[in-house]
């Protein structure tokens, strides 16, 4: 399953209704750190596709949400499973350490 971009009025269905746990990323265009995890995230959307749904929120489109999880630096993962918080990393981190929060909601 390729990732999956959310608008506040997509939130709803593509993250909190999920079947799946779901790693949303936050993250915005001017944002180095975040195009070096992008590709990332595409590989684990590949690799993972069963198990994981993977949705990216461009924080300055959609402030609302960011607000609403505290979201204070991007970029930030959080994994949400059942409509509620999991955990989440903060900052470019490595593939390794982002398919091992996963495996947290597994």
Same mark, same amino acid.
């Given at each position: 399953m390729p990732t999956v971009t959310a608008t506040e009025q997509t939130w709803e269905? %593509?993250?909190l #209704? #999920?079947?799946v746990p779901v790693l949303v990323d936050f993250w915005a265009q001017?944002?180095?750190p975040c195009r070096?995890?992008?590709p990332l995230l595409d590989e684990?959307?590949? %690799?993972?596709a069963e198990t994981v749904k993977i949705v990216k929120l461009?924080? %300055?489109e959609h402030p609302a949400i960011s607000?609403?999880?505290d979201v204070l630096s991007i970029p930030t993962l959080l994994l949400i499973h059942n409509g509620q918080l999991i955990d989440q990393l903060v900052g470019a981190q490595p593939k390794a350490a982002i398919t091992a929060l996963i495996d947290k909601a597994l």
């Amino acid at each position: 399953m390729p990732t999956v971009t959310a608008t506040e009025q997509t939130w709803e269905a %593509e993250v909190l #209704a #999920a079947d799946v746990p779901v790693l949303v990323d936050f993250w915005a265009q001017w944002c180095p750190p975040c195009r070096k995890v992008a590709p990332l995230l595409d590989e684990i959307a590949r %690799e993972r596709a069963e198990t994981v749904k993977i949705v990216k929120l461009n924080v %300055e489109e959609h402030p609302a949400i960011s607000r609403r999880y505290d979201v204070l630096s991007i970029p930030t993962l959080l994994l949400i499973h059942n409509g509620q918080l999991i955990d989440q990393l903060v900052g470019a981190q490595p593939k390794a350490a982002i398919t091992a929060l996963i495996d947290k909601a597994l």
